[in-house]
């Protein structure tokens, strides 16, 4: 079968032209086979078919093609794994190095020996490196396996690509949440193979394809020169759409399949094959999105032949030995299935609570975004960031003639987007001003701004950036929205810098909002001498941001009052900190919220000090007793008269009085629930006060240290 398939999709004739373009022999011609390495036993259904890859090999070499290795990188798994060092991995999993008609190879680690790869600049990939043997071959080849996968619904030939990326490039990667949307992307553009084949011959289907062996034998084999189109029909031969992967689906919007191609081979679904149930797949998704528990539960779910990779931990081996025995085959067990659905929602639940917390509380504790920039520059010319200065011009000269607020905002509405302009006057020369605060950084440094990417296009003869195109990622607006799952504002912008001896301008327009998260959000940023002694910093924007369902169901449009209430409140807070920052800026200071992405996961003890601490906070309502004391209320925050607390943290209290006067049995309803939440707002206090002695922190070392988990 693999050699009518390899004669039927014209791989011979590829490897012919491919040589000749080389002008070398065939036996000098280096062939590289990647398969797929994804597999925890002997012979495993998980990973492409040995027996296949070794017959390949035999193959090529028949035709005088000699020159012929096989590689993969490593994939992280030995953090929890022994074992799984790339030439470990392949003899334990049944490669023998050396195949059936006495041919020997070399299992190259494609982590080794890196050279630079030029990857664009604009993507996820820029400025990273690649395995020499795969950069450098003449002649790559994709051997990937036909199975489904529990959160982008299939993996084959395209996501198989994610394996060339050295092994410390994936982790990194995987830690700074880069989609393999944009990683396969950028490979696919850069790096392609020459040639891929999908190994459908025992194929691996079910709702956990890569997580636990489930073989189904489909007889079929899939080769293609096209990544896309070798994926395009495996996946029609799932039954499944091409595009329910998101990982396939942006490759296939941003490159597309070829303009002419013909399948040779039936297209009929597998008779019983089984797909990923789409509720399974919502939930995986939204459970993965709380990183922290996505990488440490990744061992625990995956079906494991122990003999063979041994845990590193015996709390990873334990958990992997329940949950496995457990929550297997949800396919068959209907019970299995629902208890899925339950963990997988109840942690996302509980990272979603985490992240709206760190939002709104603990800003300090996030972590910054590093993405692609998100659109090729190439589709932009000069005459299209010049363009942005006429769009802001006239929205600049309404918005200057709108009256302004007591606090100097100005705003209005402008088609269902709000038009507005805030300024302010810094007691700084205007030449120091701009030597500290750079003007291409001014988007950056709007508040809560948590990540992004930019570009520089075009210098002047100065070498000062007068073109930019950015990306730009901020907290939801306002922060409060979180918890009515409102989304990260996600933008993409083109911008045009203007420099006069006394003002620096930058202007920008969004031309696209990756997460559909706004469809405004343009404006100016003004940096101007005003006398000798001072500088007038002057931001000018337009913005309209998408609302989360129930606030579109609310219509808050019909409630002008609090409404407009609501908007000059979010939008001064907003300004007055984008000015602070700023200010930061120019003294020196970092003013931008979180920490870097790559930052090791803080303790779990101390995270939980800072969430009780923050529960307690809340539910003391600090700024309650001022309040009632000017109604004439006393409030007691400490419990009953005559408490004290020693140096140990512990209170102690008074015997208690017995108040003959009252009825037996008799109970303060009117004082019950001020009490409940009095004790569990002093529970919370106290308990995250004990936690901080037990640790040996003292409040300012554990301001400095407590971190959420990524």
């Known amino acids: 079968m693999l050699r009518e398939t390899l004669h039927q999709s014209g791989f011979w004739l590829r490897l012919k032209e491919r040589t000749q373009q080389a002008v070398l022999r065939a036996d000098q011609l280096r062939i590289l086979i990647k398969p797929d390495m994804e597999t925890f036993d002997l012979n495993s259904p998980t990973g492409t078919d040995i027996e296949l890859v070794e017959h390949l090999i035999d193959l090529l070499h028949n035709e005088g093609y000699t020159h012929v290795a096989v590689g993969s990188a490593a994939d992280g798994w030995d953090r929890w794994l022994e074992n799984r060092d790339v030439r470990v991995l392949a003899e334990l999993a049944g490669y023998h190095y050396i195949t059936p ?16 790869a030029e990857f664009s600049r604009e993507g996820a990939l820029s400025g990273r490196s690649l395995a020499s043997a795969w950069v450098d071959a003449h002649f790559r080849i994709n051997f990937a396996k036909n199975k489904t996968h529990e959160e982008f619904c299939f993996a084959l030939a395209l996501q198989n690509l994610l394996s060339v990326l050295p092994k410390a490039d994936q982790e990194y990667l995987a830690l700074i949440r880069v989609h393999p949307a944009d990683l396969c992307l950028e490979i696919l553009r850069k790096c392609p193979p020459h040639f891929n084949l999908i190994d459908a011959f025992t194929s691996n289907h079910g709702s956990a394809g ?72 919502h939930s995986v998704r939204q459970r993965n999105e709380w990183a922290g528990f996505a990488r440490i539960a990744t061992p625990w779910m995956q079906t494991i032949n122990r003999e063979l990779f041994p845990f590193k931990s015996v709390l990873d081996d ?32 509980a990272g979603g609570a985490l992240e709206a917390y760190r939002i709104n509380y603990s800003k300090e504790l996030l972590r910054w975004k590093e993405t692609p920039l998100g659109f090729d520059t190439a589709d932009y010319a000069a005459a299209d960031y010049k363009a942005v200065v006429a769009y802001m011009m006239p929205l600049q000269r309404i918005i200057g003639e709108t009256p302004p607020e007591p606090n100097g905002l100005r705003w209005r509405y402008l088609d269902n987007s709000v038009l507005f302009e805030f300024s302010h006057l810094t007691p700084v020369p205007f030449r120091k001003f701009v030597a500290r605060v750079d003007i291409t950084r001014s988007v950056q440094s709007m508040n809560d701004y948590i990540g992004g990417a930019s570009v520089p296009i075009a210098r ?95 219509n808050i449009d019909l409630l002008p009052q609090i409404k407009n209430v609501l908007v000059v409140d979010a939008y001064t807070r907003y300004f007055r900190q984008t000015i602070a920052n700023f200010e930061a800026q120019y003294q020196g200071r970092e003013s931008r919220i979180g920490r870097p992405a790559g930052t090791p996961p803080p303790q779990p003890l101390e995270t939980l000090a800072e969430v009780f601490s923050k529960l307690g906070e809340s539910l003391n309502f600090s700024g309650l007793p001022s309040l009632l004391r000017s109604f004439g209320v006393e409030w007691q925050r400490n419990g009953a008269p005559g408490c004290t607390v020693d140096e140990d943290g512990f209170r102690h209290f008074p015997a208690a009085t017995p108040d003959r006067t009252s009825s037996r049995g008799a109970f303060d309803l009117a004082n019950l629930f001020p009490q409940m939440r009095a004790e569990t707002a002093s529970f919370f206090t106290d308990l995250a006060e004990a936690m901080r002695k037990d640790l040996g922190l003292t409040p300012e070392q554990n301001r400095r240290n407590s971190l959420l988990p990524a």
């Open 460 to 554: 002047d003869n100065k070498g000062k950036i007068i073109y930019q195109a950015e990306r730009n990622i901020y907290l939801p607006q306002p922060n409060w929205m979180v918890f009515f799952c409102g989304k990260h504002i996600d933008v993409c912008k083109l911008e045009f810098i203007e420099y006069k001896p006394r003002s620096h301008k930058i202007f920008w327009r969004t031309i696209k909002s990756l997460n559909s998260s706004a469809d405004f959000d343009d404006g100016i940023v003004t940096f101007a001498a005003e006398g000798k002694d001072s500088t007038r910093v002057t931001i000018v924007a337009r913005q309209k941001f998408a609302l989360p369902l129930f606030w579109q169901a609310v």
């Open 101 to 116: 008609c006495q041919r020997p190879y070399d299992f190259l680690d494609l982590s080794e020996e890196l050279v630079p």
């Open 210 to 281: 890569t997580r636990e062996p489930h073989p189904f034998e489909t007889r079929t084999l899939i080769a293609s020169a096209d990544t896309l189109l070798a994926d395009w029909a495996a996946s029609l031969k799932m039954g499944i759409d091409p595009y329910a992967s998101p990982v396939n689906a942006r490759s296939l919007q941003e490159v597309g399949l070829p303009k002419d191609y013909e399948i040779a081979g039936s297209l009929s679904p597998y008779p019983g094959w089984i797909n990923v149930p789409p509720l399974l797949v």
């Open 318 to 349: 334990q958990l992997n030995a329940f949950l496995t025995e457990y929550l297997s085959h949800p396919d068959s067990n209907f019970a299995v299935y629902s208890a899925l659905m339950a963990l997988n929602y109840s942690v996302a639940f």
